[in-house]
């Protein structure tokens, strides 16, 4: 898998738009783009996935620059419930037989303040 | 469905003894992952299981450790004898490559807290 890069911590102030960078400049072709995160104790939770279209779902919203190297994910209107350790991660295609396995890296710890 | 299951939530162990970590994976699921999650480490794989046969091992961290899958609804992962530095959040995940997102679910996790 793609290693990625992404800044270990950010603020956002609530109700404003976060977004979080990733570098992942060795992605492959085959490689999609996942975002993760962990909330305080909790099992990592997946926000959104894109391979090179932007994509946007009821959470968030995920850009992906045309030479894929990079990603942004936009949380629109940042609550407090959103603070949170948010992954980065590439992944081979589905149908590739190591499909399923995820490199976390350190993450970025957002925190939305009031 | 209600996710993927662990149990227990919380171990408290001594050092020396067995300590075993339970999953119950999304029914319909054919992946099931085992992860370790320390603050010095971040989010380690372990060993992953395809249709209940172990994939890939190559991040369980020595002879202590060992997962098993009897079935397609449960697995284990069992630290005989534990040491202090096993102390961790163990999560367990299933997925699955048929649906449309290839999502992988995780469970709640187990705190480990040898002593």
């Known amino acids: 898998d793609a290693k990625t890069t992404q800044p270990p911590s950010m603020d956002c102030a609530e109700g404003r738009a976060a977004n979080l960078p990733c570098n992942h400049s060795t992605i492959s072709g085959n490689e999609y783009v996942y975002w993760y995160r962990q909330i305080h104790s909790q099992g990592p939770q997946y926000i959104i996935h894109?391979?090179?279209n932007n994509e946007t779902n009821e959470m968030a919203s995920l850009i992906i620059t045309e030479d894929r190297k990079s990603s942004t994910l936009i949380l629109p209107h940042a609550t407090l419930r959103d603070t949170a350790v948010y992954y980065c991660?590439?992944?081979?295609?589905?149908?590739?037989?190591?499909?399923?396995?995820?490199?976390f890296g350190d993450g970025t710890t957002l925190t939305v303040k009031p | 469905d209600a996710g993927v299951i662990q149990s227990p939530r919380h171990e408290v162990t001594e050092m020396g003894q067995e300590v075993t970590l339970r999953c119950k994976p999304i029914s319909g699921h054919d992946y099931l992952f085992w992860y370790r999650q320390t603050m010095m480490r971040g989010l380690e794989l372990l060993i992953y299981f395809n249709n209940n046969v172990p994939i890939d091992d190559s991040g369980m961290p020595e002879d202590r450790f060992s997962a098993k899958m009897p079935n397609a609804s449960f697995s284990t992962l069992k630290i005989q004898p534990s040491e202090p530095r096993d102390s961790a959040v163990y999560f367990c995940a299933s997925w699955t490559r048929g649906l449309a997102k290839n999502i992988q679910y995780f469970g709640a996790g187990t705190r480990l807290s040898v002593l």
């Open positions: 894109g391979l090179k």
């Open positions: 991660i590439v992944r081979v295609a589905p149908y590739n037989t190591n499909a399923g396995k995820s490199t």
